[in-house]
């Protein structure tokens, strides 16, 4: 199964998490000192967001595979 990964830098991750929590009606799967993250099925995201650099807003976007084999097709299309 492959899942959208996007990470946010944030400025402040309490807010933030408040913040998100409410759009997605779930908490964080994980949350740590300057991280959270949200597994959702709904839609199929892995979202994450911190607030530990300099870089706020878009900080990386991609696809989150489970497999050797799902990695290979999306390098296979990619080529």
């Not at 944030?10 to 929590?21: H, K």
């Not at 994450?48 to 807003?57: C, L, M, P, Q, V």
């Not at 696809?63 to 999306?74: K, P």
């Amino acid at each position: 199964m492959k899942r959208l990964h996007v990470h946010v830098g944030v400025e402040d991750l309490g807010q933030s998490i408040g913040f998100y929590s409410s759009l997605f009606g779930a908490e964080p799967t994980v949350t740590k000192a300057d991280y959270a993250k949200w597994m959702l099925d709904d839609p199929l995201v892995n979202f994450a967001i911190s607030s530990g650099n300099a870089h706020k807003g878009v900080e990386h976007l991609g696809i989150q595979v489970e497999s050797e084999g799902e990695l290979q097709e999306v390098y296979g299309r990619l080529k």
